[in-house]
């Protein structure tokens, strides 16, 4: 239940923790909190789901390869998947990264 948010779900999940150089095994842990809440959703039958910065922030992930691996995996869900998705970010240069690979830029 998501109590007086106004949607009915929420989804938590954890991503990555970055400290040091970013390997390949952060990036597969981030595409796997995208895709385990995209799954959840298609079992729950969720139409939308928002989406904020995984592991950005004080985990330390960059922003700029998080928002391509959040893209680049929500746009693979969606060849198979009906599901409307919405990136919510809080900092303009992540509005730029998502505008960018999104095609709105």
């Known amino acids: 239940p998501a109590y007086n948010l106004p949607c009915d779900y929420v989804i938590h999940t954890v991503g990555p923790i970055v400290e040091g150089a970013l390997?390949?095994?952060?990036?597969?842990?981030?595409?796997?909190?995208?895709?385990?809440?995209?799954?959840?959703?298609?079992?729950?039958?969720?139409?939308?789901?928002?989406?904020?910065?995984?592991?950005?922030?004080?985990?330390?992930?960059?922003?700029?390869?998080?928002?391509?691996?959040?893209?680049?995996?929500v746009k693979a869900y969606q060849q198979t998947h009906d599901i409307k998705v919405i990136f919510n970010v809080f900092k303009d240069e992540d509005y730029t990264y998502y505008q960018r690979l999104l095609g709105q830029a």
Request: a negative charge; proline letters at 2%; charged letters at 20%.
């Open 23 to 73: 390997t390949e095994t952060h990036c597969r842990l981030l595409e796997s909190a995208y895709k385990s809440c995209l799954a959840i959703a298609a079992e729950n039958g969720i139409g939308s789901i928002a989406f904020c910065c995984i592991s950005t922030g004080v985990f330390g992930f960059p922003q700029e390869k998080a928002a391509e691996i959040a893209v680049r995996t």
